[in-house]
């Protein structure tokens, strides 16, 4: 792993400090973690393969991606401020989450380039799995499909918060 790479593995794990301080769910803060896994994408992904057993290794990848952002998703407090704007707040859990996904990703990357390069290739050896690149893509689409699970349930969770604040109070007297 190069500086870049824990640099880069940082900036995704440290995206968890707006989540847990509590961010407005503006369009920019709700894109923010989407363009992060994108730059990385860019960065990362020179090719996509389909050979052997790849696709299945990126199903694999959106699969438990996609379950993670969905948990830390549904761990997310939602509240509507004064101005009607939903703030999201991750918990100890979302939170726990977030980082599991994002580190876990850099975790291997380390594993793969040091002591575990040798089981990395023999299980792909094993698995058709075609070798780094397809590592790469299956690793990235977990952290886009974890980005964009938690997006939609925290957005799924606004609409309803924003259903309940609109809802007409009953007049006391």
């Not at 380390?110 to 299956?138: K, P, Q, V, Y």
Request: hydrophobic share 55%; glycine share 8%.
């Amino acid at each position: 792993m190069t500086t870049t790479d824990y640099l880069i593995s940082a900036a995704l794990v440290l995206l968890v400090i707006p989540q847990v301080r509590g961010t407005r769910l503006t369009v920019r803060n709700m894109l923010l973690p989407l363009v992060a896994v994108a730059a990385a994408a860019a960065y990362y992904l020179k090719s996509f393969p389909t050979q052997g057993h790849d696709i299945q290794l990126d199903v694999a990848g959106v699969l438990v991606g996609a379950a993670l952002g969905a948990a830390c998703g549904a761990a997310t407090d939602l509240s509507r401020v004064v101005d009607g704007v939903a703030v999201a707040r991750a918990g100890v859990i979302a939170a726990a989450l977030w980082i599991v996904g994002m580190a876990s990703r850099a975790g291997f990357e380390f594993w793969a380039t040091h002591s575990g390069s040798s089981t990395i290739a023999s299980f792909s050896r094993s698995n058709l799995i075609t070798g780094s690149a397809a590592w790469t893509a299956g690793l990235l689409l977990m952290a886009l499909a974890q980005v964009l699970a938690r997006l939609a349930v925290v957005r799924a969770k606004a609409r309803r918060v924003a259903t309940l604040t609109a809802a007409p109070q009953p007049h006391r007297v």
